[in-house]
């Protein structure tokens, strides 16, 4: 096993494994394919791939490697942590720990709680983001570090998610009763189904909304 010096803030030297040190570069870049405040940007694939590769780490090192995530990954906290750990872990009481602002999209506050893992939502185990971003300012805390320290006290999920029809689960999120209720706009309603069919691996770039006017997903967001 190759050996590597690391040169502490404090001056001393540190011997570390070669091998881990590059696992950890993987980790990481495996867990920015996640976005932190981008629905058009988010992708059912890359988060199923994201939580299964956690789960076979196991739930230390699992954690391990959010926490060094969330030390190391800057200078904005990474909010995608808190949108990984509530596919990954199971948490029987409703999730306190939120991504900070207010959702772009205007939702109903009464409907929410049938999401228990808002802002995700799971549909036949595929995860969807149900919100096109946050908005807000301020000092939030650090709630990704607070995820992750919550989730020492939980159980991941016990199987991988395996289904890859994305495109059935987006239809059954979209016609079911609480997502129709959730949106207090119509035309809001719409341009989230469309966001989520993008998340589903959907390529439509534009879209007509009740209202009449036609947003059309930037070009970075492709």
Same mark, same amino acid.
């Given at each position: @096993? ?8 404090s001056?001393?030297?540190l011997i ?8 950890q570069?993987s980790?990481?870049a495996?867990l ?7 629905g058009? &940007?988010?992708r059912?694939?890359?988060m199923?791939?994201?939580v299964n590769h956690l ?5 230390d *090192?699992?954690l391990l490697?959010?926490?060094n995530?969330?030390q190391? =990954?800057?200078?904005?906290t990474?909010e995608? =942590?808190?949108?990984?750990?509530? =596919?990954?872990f199971?948490?029987?009481n409703?999730?306190?720990?939120q991504l900070?602002?207010t959702?772009?999209?205007v939702v109903?506050?009464?409907?929410? %709680?049938k999401?228990p893992?808002f802002?995700v ?10 919100v096109? %971003?946050y908005?807000?300012s301020?000092f939030?805390?650090n709630?990704p570090?607070?995820?992750?320290e919550?989730?020492k006290?939980?159980?991941m999920i016990?199987? &991988?998610?395996?289904n890859?029809n994305y495109?059935?689960?987006? *239809?059954?999120l @979209?016609g079911s ?5 959730l949106?207090n &706009?119509?035309s &809001?309603?719409?341009w989230?189904a469309? @966001?989520i069919?993008r *998340?589903?691996?959907?390529?439509n ?5 009740p209202n %009449?006017?036609?947003?059309?997903v930037p070009?970075?967001?492709?």
């Open positions: @096993m190759n050996l590597i010096l690391v040169v502490c803030s001056g001393l030297l570390t494994s070669c091998t881990r040190a590059i696992a570069t980790d990481f495996l920015n394919t996640i976005p932190s405040n981008s058009f &940007d988010f059912s694939e890359k199923i791939r994201v789960r076979h780490l196991g739930k *090192q699992a490697v959010l926490s995530y969330v190391e =990954v800057g200078p904005v990474p995608n =942590v808190v949108l990984i750990c509530r =596919v990954l199971v948490n029987s409703s999730w306190t720990i900070p602002g959702p772009n999209n109903n506050a009464n409907i929410i %709680g999401f893992l802002p939502a799971l549909s036949e185990g595929v995860p969807f983001l149900l096109e %971003g908005r807000g301020g939030f805390g709630p570090a607070a995820c992750v919550y989730c006290g939980l159980q016990s199987a &991988d998610l395996t890859t495109e059935a689960a987006s *239809q059954s @979209m009763k609480e997502f129709k209720e949106y &706009d119509p &809001d309603e719409s989230i469309f @966001m069919q *998340q589903a691996g959907g390529t770039e534009f879209i007509e909304l %009449g006017r036609r947003r059309i070009l970075s967001r492709k």
